[in-house]
């Protein structure tokens, strides 16, 4: 280690200067001949070239973070575009879509046998709850708290699950109903709603994040 260390420094420090010396110019330092490898060698989809991807190719590493958990790269320290999900604007289909779900979850909630002091059925009145100021107040705030409300209630209702099967049935709907109304392309979207709920699950509470 100690003979690599200094052997390391040496090759490597010409490439530092080089680099320094573009900063200190405020110009942006790229090697010739890895942007030559690019331009001949990679798919246009993922050629890199000076001054950052292109929209197209920004997609394919959205397709990254979409499919793998933990893709992201951090955002410390770099300016970040907006997430056009957080520009939602519901439309009048949405509420229509929410309206029916509202009424779905109440005559569920009206037909399961337990008792109202049973935890299922308290968790099935706040998604309720959730959805209907949803509805009130129709903003990405709100979108957020009912999508987090249905992901940890169905995480957390299932561990253990109801004992009652028609309980069981009926909780297990009700929260995938919201799921499903806002994946929907008038709500968040398949993508948007995708990489939401899996950053909800890299971030849920220790206790039920790997329920069953």
Do not use: W
């Amino acid at each position: 280690v100690e003979k690599v260390v200094p052997e390391m420094e040496k090759r490597l420090s010409e490439e530092f200067e080089v680099r320094q010396l573009a900063r200190s110019e405020r110009k942006q330092y790229y090697n010739p001949s890895a942007l030559t490898y690019q331009a001949e060698q990679m798919p246009e989809q993922l050629k890199i070239s000076v001054g950052g991807p292109t929209a197209q190719q920004a997609m394919v590493y959205e397709e990254f973070c979409r499919c793998l958990p933990g893709f992201l790269a951090s955002n410390k320290g770099s300016s970040v575009k907006t997430d056009p999900a957080s520009q939602f604007v519901p439309s009048e289909e949405f509420i229509v879509i929410l309206t029916n779900c509202i009424k779905e979850i109440t005559n569920q909630i009206r037909l399961v046998l337990a008792p109202p002091t049973s935890h299922h059925v308290i968790m099935m009145r706040a998604l309720l709850e959730t959805a209907m100021q949803l509805r009130m107040n129709a903003n990405y705030t709100n979108v957020i708290a009912l999508l987090q409300k249905a992901l940890e209630g169905l995480l957390e209702g299932m561990n253990p699950p109801p004992s009652d099967p028609d309980m069981f049935v009926s909780f297990r709907d009700c929260h995938i109903l919201i799921l499903r109304a806002l994946q929907d392309q008038r709500a968040l979207g398949p993508v948007a709603s995708c990489r939401l709920v899996t950053k909800m699950l890299m971030e849920t509470r220790e206790d039920i994040k790997y329920s069953p």
